[in-house]
């Protein structure tokens, strides 16, 4: 797929974000959660990305830097969500590199995140770079089935 462009979100892209990504959540919860990312990018605390295709919203992900004095060169990512139907196009690997890039301009030097163990999201973090350093057994329960799965952590080093 040629053409996708990485930018940051806006409110319009709100109803398509409901449709394409977020489908399981409602269109007043995906826009309250655009109106916190924005509010957070105003004040530099975090950015969040789409990625478009042919004008049609077909990704998402966050970034967020981390606040405590001892961790100020840490951010974290997270929400991370490719349309079903853009899968395995290069669009994740996109929305990541778009966020590593950001992380590296604020003077980040480790990027981390948290991801469900075992599943395909996890090999896709593998495959873009990141490591394990951690596993919490039974650490993520989904709200909608009560299904369990270990919560992985991983991180990524950015290279001067
Ligand atoms: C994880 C996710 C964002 C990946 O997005 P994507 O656009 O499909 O990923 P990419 O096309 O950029 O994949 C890059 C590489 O990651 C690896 N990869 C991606 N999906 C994979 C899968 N299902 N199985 C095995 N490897 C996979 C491959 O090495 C791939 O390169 P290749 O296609 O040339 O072999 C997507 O599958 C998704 O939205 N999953 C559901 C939401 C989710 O679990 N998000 C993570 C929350 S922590």
Same mark, same amino acid.
């Given at each position: 797929m040629d053409n996708i462009v990485i930018r940051q979100v806006k409110m319009k892209d709100a109803y398509q974000l409901h449709k394409n990504v977020f489908f399981n959540n409602r269109l007043f919860e995906v826009k309250s959660s655009i109106q916190i990312s924005l509010s957070n990018t105003r004040k530099k605390k975090g950015f969040r990305f789409v990625?478009?295709?042919s004008n049609?919203? #077909? @990704? =998402?992900?966050?970034i967020i830097f981390n606040t405590h004095p001892l961790m100020k060169h840490r951010a974290l990512i997270y929400s991370l969500v490719v349309s079903q139907n853009r899968r395995r196009c290069g669009v994740g690997k996109l929305l990541v590199d778009e966020c590593i890039k950001l992380a590296d =301009?604020? @003077? #980040?030097? #480790?990027?981390?995140?948290s991801v469900r163990g075992g599943t395909d999201a996890e090999k896709f973090y593998k495959s873009v770079g990141f490591k394990k350093y951690g596993e919490l057994p039974n650490g993520i329960e989904q709200l909608w089935d009560g299904k369990q799965y270990d919560e992985c952590l991983y991180y990524k080093h950015i290279e001067n």
């Open positions: 990625a478009v295709f049609e919203v #077909i @990704g =998402n992900v966050e =301009n604020y @003077g #980040i030097r #480790i990027v981390t995140l």
